[in-house]
């Protein structure tokens, strides 16, 4: 695990961010763990966590024209991870999201912001079994622009709609990289090493990575 890797874990844990219990998925599935990124709910704490996001798409290397940030976590990242990446690199790239509900008054429509054009890489929390960002990348080429990739916090390393991970799905499928900070592995690395601050945490985890795990 990279030491960068480790910091982010230990913020996610400080933030309140990662979480154990007992938690319903989207995809329907019970995890022993969380990872809810609404909670880098200050100034402070979502810059911080935009600049973990921007290093990570700058080492991708992905060409990127637009930053596409599904609603509704994906719009505090989305935002942050732009104002990062103009301090970091001086380019200014432009960014966009969507409305969970269309709006048919005003502006319209589910878009907010920049056009979505040329290569556009989608920010999101986390992939589990991929729904998500099959959807953004419906929208981003309903608008004649090209999915590029993907960046998240977690790769959760589950099955997704088979035997495969979620996210070899979507990279295979959609021939683009999914780059995650970090993976439910670093997770297990770091609660192997400090097992006793959390007793119970580890098995439960490995119970649930041996049925949903990839
Ligand atoms: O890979 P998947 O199975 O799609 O699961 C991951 C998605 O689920 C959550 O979104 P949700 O739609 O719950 O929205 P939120 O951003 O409004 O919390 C999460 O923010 C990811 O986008
Ligand atoms: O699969 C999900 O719904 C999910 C998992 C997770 O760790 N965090 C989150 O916000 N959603």
Redesign the pocket.
């Known amino acids: 695990m990279h030491d960068y890797q480790q910091q982010f874990i230990r913020y996610a844990l400080e933030c309140g961010v990662l979480r154990f219990g007992e938690f319903q998925?989207?995809?329907g599935r019970t995890s022993p763990y969380f990872f809810n990124t609404?909670l880098f709910n200050t100034g402070a704490k979502l810059g911080r966590l935009g600049r973990f996001y921007a290093e990570a798409l700058i080492q991708s290397g992905i060409k990127t024209d637009v930053l596409y940030g599904?609603?509704?976590?994906?719009i505090p990242l989305v935002s942050a991870t732009s104002i990062a990446y103009a301090e970091l690199t001086g380019s200014d790239i432009p960014f966009a999201f969507n409305r969970?509900e269309s709006k048919d008054h005003g502006e319209g429509g589910t878009l907010v912001g920049a056009p979505l054009a040329g290569n556009v890489v989608i920010l999101?929390?986390?992939?589990?079994?991929?729904?998500?960002?099959r959807e953004s990348v419906e929208i981003i080429r309903a608008a004649q622009a090209t999915p590029a990739g993907v960046v998240i916090a977690l790769d959760r390393q589950e099955k997704g709609l088979d035997e495969r991970s979620?996210i070899s799905e979507v990279e295979e499928r959609y021939g683009m990289p999914v780059v995650p900070i970090i993976t439910l592995a670093n997770i297990i690395g770091y609660l192997t090493e400090n097992a006793r601050e959390l007793p119970g945490v580890l098995e439960a985890i490995t119970a649930y990575r041996d049925r949903y795990g990839v």
Not at 70 to 74: F, I, N, S, V
Not at 124 to 133: E, F, N, Y
């Open positions: 998925l989207k995809s609404g599904p609603a509704y976590k994906g969970k999101d929390d986390v992939i589990t079994a991929g729904t998500s960002v979620a």
